[in-house]
């Protein structure tokens, strides 16, 4: 088997929200986990459960109270640690990045982020027309203003300024809330496309759909803690667990569940639609026989 790179190690991270000293909340309560070279991980859990308070922790926008995060091994708490490297090598998008676009144009907005890293004006315009091209802005968009697209490009450009940056690992917080059903696929098929040329994943989302037709790996949230982590086939078998966690389990999953619970034989709990679908389809024949 080939052996994976941890990339991230995350151990017992303890993050406290203080707006006032009365209100304190306790968002993150000794979460530990390790992220694999390549892996498509999506973080789910119910609203409020801890998912954005921890993904701004990767790439040193918020410290942890206590804990700890290496990246490729190293303290990203330790002196002198070169922030704005990690910040090139973890790109963050954030909820609803569209509202983050400043530029004059769609080119010069995302050739921000390799310009501030110090490349040419050239090298620059090269890496964002390259991101530009991958989230499918043509060019006829480069040089109009960033706020005369609609909703779904504007999400799109926001994006391409964070792949411009060619970053290693690439975290979304619900990149595709508000999107209509076809951009939101094209985005989650540039996702899987990007992990496979070697970008590690990391998903914020509350569609369990998404989860289990794109993520490998599901790491589920509730009140702070992670209470589950696994393949998304074994993460969605605990139907008792997702329950209590507040989130519902993907369609497919549950009508298998159902088909159970009438004492019909399930064979195989796949989260693959077409897998699942067929088996549905195979019952139903095999009940009209
Ligand atoms: N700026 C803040 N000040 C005070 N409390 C906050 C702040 N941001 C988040 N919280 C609290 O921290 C906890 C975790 O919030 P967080 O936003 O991380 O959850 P989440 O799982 O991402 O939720 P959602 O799915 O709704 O985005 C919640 O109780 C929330 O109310």
Known sequence: MEETVVLIEVEKLNYTYASSEKEKVHALKDVSLNIRQGE??????S??????????HLNGLI???SGDIRFQGESIYQK?????????K???VFQYPEHQLFSRSV??????????????????ENKAKAALEKVGIGEELFEGSPYELS???MRRVAIAGILAMEPEVL????????LDPYVRNQLLNLLKKMQKSGVTILLVSHSMEEVANYADRVVVFNSGRICMDGSPEEVFADKEKIRKAGLEMPQVMEALWQLKEQGIPVHEFTCNEKTAICQIVDIIKKKEA
């Not at 002198?80 to 090139?88: A, C, H, M």
């Open 151 to 153: 909703g779904g490009q």
């Open 40 to 45: 498509f991980v999506a973080l789910v859990g």
């Open 80 to 88: 002198k640690y070169p922030i704005s490297k990690l910040r090139q």
């Open 171 to 178: 975290v979304l917080d619900e990149p595709t809330a508000g």
């Open 90 to 92: 973890v790109g963050l």
């Open 47 to 56: 609203s409020g459960s801890g998912k954005s308070t921890f993904v701004r």
């Open 107 to 124: 080119l010069a907005d995302v050739a921000f982020g390799p310009r501030n890293m110090g490349d040419s004006k050239e090298e620059a």
């Open 63 to 65: 410290k942890a109270d």
